[in-house]
């Protein structure tokens, strides 16, 4: 472990406690979800949006702070974070619609962000003899604070509910209040703290160095995210029914203008292996917080209540937050690369099985955890291979690799996922009660494409045979949905064992150091020489 002073521990402890607290968001909207739906008559597309507008942002001020951050200064940037993670956390609390509930979780998307923006080039800083350990270490605070989060959340509700009407407000905005606590914690933790160079700085490595290894390609792909979700944006205060303002299809296309823009400035395609990691990112993201986003949804639907929903996170995040403290030892046997092809391996039989457990709990459980061991490690020892592969690349690489995965996770794969629950519960229906489907369907613009689904406000007006039909397909519909994410870790298993293939034809995989500056190269990556150097 790298030697660190009370400074940097109290550092590290406080970046820490932020990434809590963004969790603690994430927690807490999946636990008042429901609530939300019924208050503010919410589809699953609309409840899938506000599961994912929190991470759209977030890829937004994370790669533009990553432009910026060595330049104003790590503790300027913590100090927006906590403006507006306390900001939006009130306005979540007293928003009267579903669009106020929208911007207030797109601030709190910027917000995350920026905490992330710069607490993983810190603690690469810190702990840069064994980044891809400390990393891990670093992100068990996002399950931590699922758990917490989880937990205290079902507390309230109970304690809310055996108070009933005494409670002013609704419930669900006093299980929004806990949001404060991890907020005002790190807040005062970071207060006056001093941050560290980042390895890229210290090292001599210029801002255009920094630029070519990020490449137009690079920014092609999140010129194309971003825009997606500016799309998304302005979606929300269209009229009901419009058009969406871009589709995927045209996105690609005005994606090109900025794309050829950084090129021309840049020359420079990037990183190719970066570039592949980018997209099998869109896919990890997806498989992790688009999946963490609906679990509760989707569990307690199968389950007929959404506290249980709520443990299944809990659960699982659980497993996360123990292991990510033995990723070193597992990292040092099978490199980084072979511990995620493992995890996507996992990943991919415990979302199938999931699809197909039933009701019976106890198979719930263990194909949760199957999922929980598989989905582990994937985005800190992403993070870890690309602090170890591109050290050049700086902070922004290091965090573009983040923004990409929850920029997408938000305007493409959660949404997504409620699509494929509203298209196959119409599918269902339509086969299994067809005199019944007309009366129930309608016609939904969604985010990508038009498509048939069922009214739900209908469903309370059928005869009590009917309805009870029709809930019991859509909860089984929801709960098939995650066997369809199943095939995104399989894509994701073969790209891994591709790259464990390149690197053994390359010698095996091996961190890259800083070369050409005059610190001694073995304190960045452990003294391991790498192929720049060559």
């Known amino acids: 472990m790298a030697e660190t002073n009370h400074s940097e521990r109290r550092l590290f402890l406080g970046c820490f406690i932020a990434l809590v607290a963004t969790a603690f968001g994430f927690a807490v909207r999946g636990a008042v979800l429901s609530d939300w739906a019924l208050q503010f008559g919410l589809s699953e597309e609309q409840k899938g949006i506000l599961n ?86 670093l992100h068990a605070g996002w399950p931590g604070g699922l758990v917490l989060g989880g937990l205290l959340s079902i507390a309230v509700f109970f304690g809310g509910t055996q108070l009933g009407d005494k409670l002013p407000g609704h419930l669900w905005q006093w299980q929004m209040g806990l949001l404060l606590p991890p907020i005002i914690a790190y807040g005062l ?74 090129g021309v400035f840049i020359h420079s395609f990037g990183r190719p292996m970066f570039v592949f990691l980018l997209v099998v990112m869109m896919l990890l993201a997806t498989t992790e917080l688009g999946t963490d986003g ?18 299944f996170l809990v659960y699982t995040s659980a497993i996360m937050f123990v292991l990510r403290f033995f990723a070193g030892p597992i990292v040092h046997r099978i490199s980084p690369l072979g511990l995620l092809a493992v995890c ?29 061991f598989g989905k582990t490690f994937f985005w800190p020892t992403t993070l870890g291979v690309v602090s170890e592969q591109y050290p050049k690349g700086g902070a922004l690489l290091l965090n573009a690799i983040s923004g990409v995965g929850m920029i997408f996770a938000g305007t493409i794969g959660s949404p997504a996922i409620g699509t494929v629950q509203d298209r196959n519960l119409a599918a269902a229906v339509e086969q ?63 790209c891994y064992l591709g790259l464990i293939m390149y690197f053994k034809s390359r010698g095996g995989y091996k961190a890259q150091v800083l070369a050409g500056h005059s610190a001694d190269d073995g304190k960045f990556t452990g003294g391991v020489a790498g192929a720049m150097e060559a």
């Open 344 to 372: 996507a391996a996992l990943a991919t039989v415990g979302l199938y099985w999931l699809g197909h457990a039933g009701e019976a709990v106890f198979m719930l459980i263990l194909a949760a955890t199957v999922y929980a």
């Open 52 to 137: 994912g507008v929190g991470l759209a942002p977030f890829a937004i001020s994370i790669i533009l702070l990553s432009l910026v951050i060595d330049r104003i200064g790590y503790g300027w940037i913590m100090a927006v974070a906590f403006t507006g993670h306390f900001a939006s956390s009130l306005l979540t609390i007293f928003a009267p619609n579903y669009q106020t509930l929208y911007i207030a979780t797109f601030i709190f998307g910027l917000a995350n962000g920026a905490v992330e923006a710069v607490i993983n080039p810190v603690v690469a800083t810190i702990y840069r003899n064994n980044k891809t350990h400390w990393l891990n270490v």
């Open 294 to 311: 609906w679990i509760q949804d989707i569990m307690g639907s199968t389950l007929r209540d959404p506290v249980k929903g709520t443990m």
């Open 432 to 494: 299994a009660l067809p005199e019944t489907y007309p009366e129930l369907a309608t016609t939904t613009k969604g985010q990508f494409f038009d498509f048939q689904t069922i009214d739900k406000a209908k469903i309370a007006a059928l005869p009590e045979a009917t309805r009870t039909q029709v809930e019991g397909i859509q909860r089984e519909t929801k709960q098939l949905a995650l066997a369809d994410i199943a095939v995104l870790p399989a894509i994701m298993c073969v």
């Open 189 to 262: 933790l970071l207060l006056g703290q001093s941050f560290p160079q980042q390895e890229r700085v210290e090292a001599g490595v210029s801002y255009r160095s920094m630029l070519e290894e990020f490449g137009w390609a690079s920014a092609y792909i999140v010129s194309f995210l971003i825009l997606m979700g500016i799309s998304q944006f302005v979606s929300i205060f269209a009229e009901p029914g419009s058009a969406p303002l871009l589709t995927p299809k045209a996105g690609l296309v005005w994606a090109i203008a900025p794309a050829v823009l950084f």
